[in-house]
Structure formats: C-alpha cells, structure tokens
C-alpha cells in the first residue's frame, strides 16, 4: 500500500494556480515523497522510513496500487483538509482506480481504521526534471544572487510549520560557477525527522 501524509499534501500550496498549465498545477506524488512546483520555487517532502505510518485496515480496491501520481492542486488541498490533523504523519492511502485516468485515496484515521473514499482524475504530462536546476557545486567563495522575497518568505514560513522549538533552521545552497542560471537551494528537517527539500529560481540583479 502507498501512502500519503497531511505533511506531504501540504507541499501543494506551491503548485501553479494557473490551471491551463496542468501539470505545474498538480502534485507530484511518488511512494514515500511529494513534489510541488510553480516554475519559480519547488518543495519536496520526504518521509524518513522510520517515520513512516503503517496502518493495516484498508479497502479492498487499494490493492492495486499506482506507483506514482498527479493529482491537482485543488484535488491535493480537498484531501489535506480531509485527513484527521491529529499529527502531520496522520494519511491516506492510494491505488488504482477500475478508470486509469482516475485515482483512489481512502483517508485512514489516527487509529489505522480506513475511513471515506473519495476519487479524483489524474493529471496528465510529464512533470519538470528537478535535476537538471539543482547545482552539483556549492564550495568556494561568497556569491551574490537576488531571489524573489515573497517565494522566500513563504518557504521560510512552510519550515517553521515543522519545527516548534526556538530555533527553525533553513540550511540555503547555490553553485558558485553559475549563480544566475542554477536554483537557490533549501534543505531542511522537521522535528519529527521529516525531510523538506526545495529550490527557488534566482532573479537577474
């Protein structure tokens, strides 16, 4: 069974709202992670295996599983709100719909009890090779980069969500040999050992 948590579905909030781009406006999600991006910044989740929740009562039409997804934005955000917020690792499972352009997600309670099951289309498209804006350099001597401070503010504000003590710590990487053409990047982790992965694209200054 795969599986999807309330922290993962959260990344959604960095998806396009520009609902003619489709696939910019849906969630990646593969097994253990979600990726969201709107061409400008992007947040990966990861769940660290020891973390991640096993529960054991779903239905039967789960057994069949995709191995990954995209599922819209407002499709993602319908099923944040949806899953008990007891915890962040609280989820919902995912599998194959009778449809291939469908997919199913039955949200499973903090007691691992298979609650509603709701379906959603899948979005079509290839999603953007995150590799190719991620710098494979970061030694060396102080660059100077311009990035947009409303993306950077909202990507600070998104970490904190997942520290609570006094200190929120935003780990921040770009390649020195090309600073205007590769992506700010962001590393972070959670309290709970979540890991938070992101870029944001630099402006011309």
Known sequence: MKLVTKRQLQAAKFCSNDETREVLNSLLIEPHQTTA?????LIQVFIPKECRPEPEGYPEE?????KNLLLKKKHAETMFKGIPAKNKLTCAAYGQNDDPKKVDFVIIDEKDNAQELKTFPVSTGVFPDVDQVIQKNTAGKK?????????????AEFVEKGQKGPNKILVLEIDKNDP????????????????????IMPMRI
Request: aromatic residues 6%; glycine residues 6%.
């Open 37 to 41: 991006t709107d061409g400008h910044r």
């Open 62 to 66: 789960l057994k069949q599983r995709k």
């Open 180 to 199: 205007e053409n590769t992506a700010l990047v962001f590393r972070a982790k959670d309290d709970d050992k979540t890991e938070i992965f992101g870029l």
């Open 143 to 155: 660059i100077r980069i311009g990035v947009d401070a409303k993306y950077l503010k909202e990507v």
